[in-house]
């Protein structure tokens, strides 16, 4: 059961920032919220993660509220080859019970 | 290339054949994990190592499936009586642990005939 929602699908602009929403209400304290994401016929691809403090990478920025309940990924600088599906999942942060589970996640495109 | 690798890339088998795919993890990292996607989905989970140790399995994950790690490094997934329905991508990743991200390979594109 995929604890997190997120839009179908979105579309951005080359070079303009790509803001993916992820609300994820039933957050419990000791989980991460991880974003991955899927280039066609790839395999999925890992972005960032963080537990309620905002993170940033060389690849995006991670932007948890203050409750925990949702989270924004942004890519600063949408490019093409960021058209991509992306997965916003909740995890345990330890422990032997370690996997994530995936939602349908959202589909980008990036247009010229 | 450091990452995890799988191999084949692709297997075409007909019903009823056995296949057996192999993945070799990031070095040094002792969880790895099987996952299983069908198209538009995101990846179901299968099961899950922590080095030679199967510790969980998915109800997927039915008695004509098989996965080893022998010595906590590479593993192999068997499907035995091979069935339509098993036609998927199969992806490996591995990790040191959650909170330093899972790494998948590239998986293993199966068609069963």
């Known amino acids: ?112 | 290339d450091t990452g995890v690798s799988q191999n084949p890339r692709h297997k075409i088998t007909k019903r009823g054949q056995n296949v057996t795919f192999r993945c070799d993890p990031i070095s040094e990292h002792n969880r790895l994990y099987w996952y299983r996607q069908t198209l538009g989905q995101g990846p179901e989970f299968l099961t899950y190592f922590q080095n030679e140790a199967q510790l969980e399995k998915s109800r997927l994950l039915s008695d004509r499936f098989s996965a080893e790690r022998p010595k906590g490094s590479f593993s192999t997934l068997e499907i035995q009586r091979t069935e339509q329905g098993d036609s998927a991508m199969y992806l490996c990743a591995s990790s040191l642990g959650l909170s330093s991200g899972i790494y998948f390979g590239p998986g293993t594109r199966l068609t069963v005939l």
Not at chain 1, 78 to 85: M, S
């Open chain 1, 1 to 112: 059961d995929a604890k997190t929602t997120q839009p179908t699908s979105m579309d951005c602009a080359e070079g303009r920032a790509a803001n993916l929403p992820c609300n994820h209400s039933t957050i419990s304290g000791n989980e991460y919220v991880y974003w991955y994401r899927q280039i066609h016929s790839q395999g999925p691809q890992y972005i960032i993660h963080g537990l309620k403090n905002n993170e940033t990478n060389e690849m995006a920025s991670l932007i948890i509220t203050e409750d925990r309940k949702s989270s924004t990924l942004i890519l600063p600088h949408a490019t093409l080859r960021d058209t991509a599906v992306y997965y916003c999942i909740v995890g345990p942060v330890t422990g032997t019970a370690s996997k994530l589970t995936f939602g349908t996640g959202t589909r980008l495109q990036v247009t010229l």
